[in-house]
């Protein structure tokens, strides 16, 4: 008894001992020694087994993120001429096509390690990107705090997250500057957006609508029930005049001839229209694509600081 004992001992020892072998511990460390395991804002896993060398930003404001961090690019998106934030560290750097039509192939040609793209514009060429073996990192920038996030990640992605949270606390400051002027309970605005095909109201989760709420500004559009993930909801005159907002903005992208006419056609036209508040008052006001459409990134505190000035010009200055 004693002797079978002892055989079942020594057994229990080599399934232990073999639990601990080499082949075994190498697996384990090879599960835990990627450079780094980020969750983009598609809710991917992306693993970097090794520190990128040679990323690819695919819009401007992700290469003013990566600028904020002092990172290399090997690849990054046109610029039209009219944008002129392009760091000079960037402007030999080989471009990959417009950030609304960026090129499969010139980004392949760049022989990335690291894609970083938007969740707006380049979804549709993520699992092209991934068949050529390259990790794609995807990224959403609507709100501040969206900014503050795709920060975190870029620090993380080139391992300087200590610059990542000085441009943080920096652009916090800047805001608390500017709040800080403003009073705590709000005019109440509404958000216009305007195409050459239709008209409709932004929601707080809109760039405009999230910059207003920074500002304690109140969304006539706030609370409206449906999709959370939506910037914007339908246009009505009966409710805007219902509301009857202290100021009002209107956004909008396309050609302004046609988009003008949509404005004078579907709201100027609207007997009720003369009857608002801020239109009586002179307080409507057209907001700039670049802060307010486009996300401003890094810009944030700028675009703030824009909006307060149009709603409290005694009090912010830009």
């Keep these: 008894m004693k002797k079978f004992c002892l055989l079942i001992l020594s057994l229990c020892c080599l399934v232990v001992l073999a639990g601990c072998s080499p082949q075994n511990a190498a697996t384990q460390k090879g599960s835990g020694s990627a450079y780094a395991v980020l969750t983009d804002d598609l809710g ?15 819009s401007t404001s992700l290469v003013n993120f990566t600028a904020a961090v002092d ?13 002129a934030s392009l760091p000079d560290k960037y402007k030999d750097v080989p471009d990959v096509g417009p950030v609304y039509n960026v090129s499969v192939e010139k980004i392949v040609a760049a022989k990335p390690d690291l894609v970083l793209a ?3 514009h380049h979804q549709k060429i993520i699992s092209q990107l991934e068949d050529n073996h390259i990790p794609v990192l995807v990224l959403k920038t609507k ?18 997250e200590e610059a990542a949270k000085a441009k943080e606390k920096e652009l916090d400051q800047q805001l608390a500057a500017i709040t800080k002027a403003v009073p705590q309970e709000g005019k109440r605005i509404a958000i216009i957006h305007a195409t050459p095909s239709a008209v409709s109201v932004e929601l707080p989760t809109s760039i405009a609508g999230d910059i207003a709420k920074i500002l304690h500004l109140q969304n006539v559009a706030d609370g409206t029930p449906g999709d ?24 909008s992208m396309g050609s302004s001839d046609k988009i003008e006419k949509r404005i004078k056609d579907d709201v100027e036209s609207n007997p009720a229209w003369a009857s608002l508040t801020a239109v009586k008052e002179g307080r409507v006001y057209v907001l700039p694509e670049n802060y307010f459409l486009l996300n401003p990134g890094l810009d944030y505190p700028q675009a703030v600081a824009y ?12």
């Design 228 to 251: 959370k993930d939506a910037t914007r909801i339908p246009y009505s005159m009966e409710s805007l005049v219902q509301a009857d907002p202290d100021v009002i903005f209107f956004t």
């Design 44 to 58: 991917r896993q992306v693993t970097l087994e090794k520190k990128p060398q040679r990323v690819v930003a695919l």
């Design 71 to 83: 990172g290399d690019l090997a690849g990054r998106p046109t610029l039209k001429s009219e944008d």
């Design 118 to 120: 938007s969740a707006d």
């Design 143 to 160: 709100t501040y705090d969206d900014v503050k996030r795709n920060l975190e990640m870029v620090g993380k992605v080139y391992g300087k």
């Design 307 to 318: 909006m307060a000035n149009l709603v409290y010009p005694e009090a912010v200055h830009e």
